[in-house]
C-alpha cells in the first residue's frame, strides 16, 4: 500500500512542480497551439498556448513508478511495464503529431491514416505481449475473456480476435479522450475522474485478488499485479489532477496529443489488465459520448447532403454554440464524468456483495 500511495503523492507533486517550468521552457521556443480555423470565435484568443503538456504527465507517472519501487524496494511487474509501455508508445507518436502541427504552423498534424497506423502497430504489440510472461499460476497480464465486472465466463475469444478487440479499445479510446480535450481542463478532470475510480477497483481486487487466497473465495478477483495497476492507476490521477492546476481556464498550457492519446492509451489498458472492460463504457462515459457525437455529426451530414445534427461536433462545442460558457460546459461535463466514475465504481463493488 505504501507503492501505491507514494506512487499518487510523487505523480502530483511532479506534474504539479514540472509543469510551470514546462511552460517557461516551451514559451522561450514559442511552442505553441494552433487553433482550428472552423472552431468557436472565443478560442482564437487560445492560439499561442503551450502545447505538448502531456510530457509533463507521462514523465510524472514513470518517475512515480519507479521511485515509489526503488523506496519501497518492490519489484515492476510485468502488468506494470506493459501498461508504461503502452502509455509511453502512444504518448510518443502524439508527439510526432503535436510537433508537425507546431513545425507546420497548423492546427492539423500526423494524416488521421498515418496516426492510425501507429496505434494499430502499439495495440497489436500490446495484446500480443500482454498474453506473455505468465505468473506462476499462469496467469497472464490479459485474458481471453470479454469483461464487464469480471471477465465474462461464456465469451472466450481466440487469441487473434482477443488482440484485434484489444488494438480496438485502445485506438478507440485514446481517440476518445483526444475529441473530448477540447476545452480548458475538459479531458485533463474527466481523465482523472476515471484513474481515480480505477485506483479504487483496483485496491479492491489487490484485497480479494486470487493469488493471495490461502483458500480461494468463489467471487475473488483472478487478475494480474492488481497492486502495481492501482499504483499506476493512482500515480495517473495525481498526475491528472497536478497538470490540472495549469490547464484549469484560462489554461497555461494544454496536453495536446501527447497527453490525450496515452491518456486514452492506459484507460483501455487498464480496463483490459483488470477485467472490466465493458465498464469502462460507463465509467468514461463522457468520452464515448463526444466520440458518438462526432461519428453521428459526419454520418448525419453525409445522409442529409449538408446538414449539421448538432451546431458543432464534438458535442462540448454543441453547448458552446447554444450560449454555454466555457467553464460552464466544463464544470457541468466534469460532474457527468464524476457521477459515471462512482457510479461504475458502485456497480463494481455491488457485484461483488451480492455475489457474498
Not at 492506459?266 to 465493458?278: N, V
Request: proline share 3%; glycine share 10%; aromatic share 12%.
Amino acid at each position: 500500500m505504501k507503492t501505491v500511495v507514494g506512487a499518487g503523492v510523487i505523480a502530483l507533486l511532479v506534474a504539479l512542480i514540472g509543469t510551470r517550468f514546462w511552460i517557461e521552457f516551451l514559451v522561450k521556443r514559442q511552442y505553441g497551439q494552433f487553433v482550428r480555423s472552423d472552431g468557436p470565435q472565443s478560442h482564437a484568443v487560445k492560439r499561442g498556448t503551450p502545447t505538448m503538456g502531456g510530457v509533463v504527465i507521462i514523465v510524472a507517472v514513470v518517475l512515480a513508478y519507479a521511485i515509489s519501487h526503488l523506496v519501497t524496494k518492490a519489484k515492476p511487474s510485468a502488468s506494470g511495464l506493459l501498461l508504461l509501455g503502452l502509455m509511453l508508445g502512444t504518448g510518443f507518436l502524439g508527439f510526432l503529431d503535436d510537433w508537425a502541427k507546431i513545425s507546420k504552423q497548423r492546427s492539423l498534424g500526423l494524416s488521421p491514416r498515418a496516426k492510425l497506423i501507429g496505434q494499430t502497430i502499439l495495440g497489436v504489440s500490446f495484446g500480443y505481449l500482454s498474453f506473455q510472461f505468465p505468473d506462476e499460476r499462469g496467469v497472464t497480464p490479459a485474458s481471453q475473456y470479454v469483461s464487464f465486472l469480471r471477465d465474462i465466463s461464456w465469451v472466450k475469444l481466440p487469441i487473434i480476435l482477443a488482440i484485434i478487440w484489444m488494438t480496438f479499445l485502445i485506438t478507440a479510446y485514446s481517440n476518445a479522450v483526444n475529441l473530448t480535450d477540447g476545452l480548458d481542463g475538459l479531458a485533463t478532470g474527466a481523465s482523472g475522474a476515471v484513474f481515480a475510480a480505477y485506483s479504487l477497483v483496483c485496491i479492491w481486487q489487490r484485497n480479494q485478488w486470487c493469488g493471495a487466497q490461502i483458500e480461494v473465495q468463489q467471487l475473488c478477483y483472478e487478475v494480474r499485479n492488481p497492486q502495481d495497476l492501482a499504483g499506476i492507476s493512482v500515480a495517473l490521477a495525481g498526475a491528472c489532477f497536478g497538470f490540472l492546476w495549469w490547464n484549469a481556464r484560462p489554461a497555461k498550457i494544454f496536453m495536446g496529443d501527447t497527453g490525450s492519446l496515452a491518456l486514452g492509451a492506459a484507460m483501455a489498458g487498464m480496463a483490459i489488465f483488470s477485467r472490466t472492460e465493458l465498464l469502462l463504457t460507463i465509467m468514461g462515459v463522457l468520452f464515448v459520448v463526444e466520440t458518438a457525437s462526432s461519428a453521428i455529426q459526419v454520418a448525419y451530414f453525409k445522409l442529409t447532403h449538408g446538414k449539421r445534427f448538432f451546431k458543432m461536433a464534438p458535442i462540448h462545442h454543441h453547448f458552446e454554440l447554444l450560449g454555454w460558457d466555457e467553464i460552464t460546459v466544463v464544470i457541468r461535463f466534469w460532474i457527468v464524468s464524476g457521477v459515471a466514475a462512482a457510479g461504475a465504481f458502485g456497480l463494481f463493488y455491488a457485484e461483488w456483495v451480492v455475489g457474498q
